[in-house]
């Protein structure tokens, strides 16, 4: 899969300095097709959530900036429930990790994401 995306990416790229401005700017790498496979060490949804997003350069914080309750979301153990070996974007792949009521939090800026309680906005 590794070897299908990075093309891909690089053509991305390249046509966003071809003359196309805006074009390599507007690339969210959230949006980048993962499979939801988990290695069998991986029991929380941090750990899950940050396996992702190192597909996307992105990584957890729980810490100050965060939400003080991002680091108990992410300690919570991974749901039976999580449709295993789908593929779909990076955040959709952490969200569907999410129980009801907690929402992800993106700095796209600094690459960073976090969790909290509340509603979707």
Not at 27 to 52: C, H, K, M, N, W
Not at 66 to 90: D, Y
């Amino acid at each position: 899969m590794a070897k299908i995306m990075l093309p891909a990416l690089l053509f991305a790229l390249a046509i966003g300095q071809a003359g196309f401005p805006g074009k390599a700017s507007a690339l969210d790498l959230l949006r980048i097709q993962i499979r939801t496979v988990l290695p069998q060490d991986i029991q929380s949804i941090g750990e899950a959530a940050q396996y992702f997003a190192n597909a996307a350069g992105y990584r957890l914080t729980t810490s100050d900036p965060a939400p003080a309750e991002s680091a108990a979301i992410a300690a919570e153990p991974i749901t039976p429930l999580f449709a295993s070996g789908k593929v779909k974007p990076v955040d959709e792949a952490i969200l569907e990790l999410l129980r009801p009521g907690c929402v992800l939090i993106i700095d796209r800026e600094h690459k960073l994401f976090s969790f909290e309680k509340g509603e979707s906005k």
